[in-house]
């Protein structure tokens, strides 16, 4: 007991550690957000220890013009902030995407797992060997693909591709195959097609997985860059993570405008984690079985 409570408190520490050292960036981040320029500037100059470094971290007056000037544009800034118009593009982009990627992927997993046609499983490998490629091999052929689709500048380039995530159907097969084939069975002998199955067997007894597939569609979505930069070359179309080199130069030497632009594009994914872990949480012993 002694021996189990020593490691149980190790663990704890080790771990507390790691957390800290994960949000001293955020905290930095937060309270420099909120000082004037001018006090940001001189607030880490002839630093004297680290205590003296600590005590200079918190604002000696909280302003939140930075916020605002960010949101519907100021007097100090260069031009009017473009910041709402990202936002927005985002939250669409974001959405859509993780909505459409969530009824793909569930579709396709329940096809390649369910569902016996030939060569389904040769093509579900092939798709894996094909995914390990990097990402920036597929830009070429993918702004090729935009551009012949007349994307260029509309949000349906960031929407549609990568819809049919093959980590995501693999993860979502790979649960699906705990689920047994004894209530699809059951499902046909009630007289329920294979879109019913889907619907009424398959979906709730993967509820957690999907929670989390959803949770990997919207944050790979927002946080996307490369992309983004390429296909769009309009301002106004722009998303806000792509759109934050923008501001850089847009804000010139207002560095708290920056700090107070990552924190707001930082607020959506978080928000949407300490919701969803909820749910993430309570249903991921989900059992599936057959009652006699």
Known sequence: MHISGLRRRLSFLFLFALALFWVIPLIWVFLNSFKP???????????????????????????????????????????????????????????????????????????YERLDFPGGNAIFWGLMYLSMFPNV????????????????????ALIWPGLAGVFNIFLLRNFLRGVPKALDEAACIDGAGSFQVYRHVMLPSVKPVLI?????????????????????????????TAGLRLLDGQYGGQWTHLLASVLVSMLPPLLLYLVAQNYFLSGISIQAGVKG
Do not use: C
Not at 141 to 149: C, E, N, Q, S
Not at 224 to 235: A, C, E, G, H, Q
């Open 37 to 111: 320029n001018a006090e940001f500037n001189k607030s880490f100059a002839s630093l004297k220890g680290p205590i003296d470094y600590l005590t200079r971290l918190w604002p000696r007056e909280f302003v939140f013009s930075n916020y605002l000037d960010i949101l519907v544009g100021g007097e100090k800034l260069n031009t009017v902030s473009n910041m709402l118009p990202m936002i927005l593009n985002s939250l669409i982009v974001s959405i859509s995407h993780t909505l459409l990627a969530l009824m793909v992927v569930s579709l396709s997993a329940f096809a």
């Open 137 to 156: 091999v597929g830009l070429l052929p993918m702004f090729k693909i935009a551009t012949a689709l007349g994307w260029v500048n509309s949000l349906n």
């Open 212 to 240: 989390v597939v959803g949770l990997f569609s919207f944050n790979g979505s927002w946080n996307d860059f490369l992309w983004p930069t390429i296909v769009m070359t309009d301002v106004r179309r722009q998303t806000l």
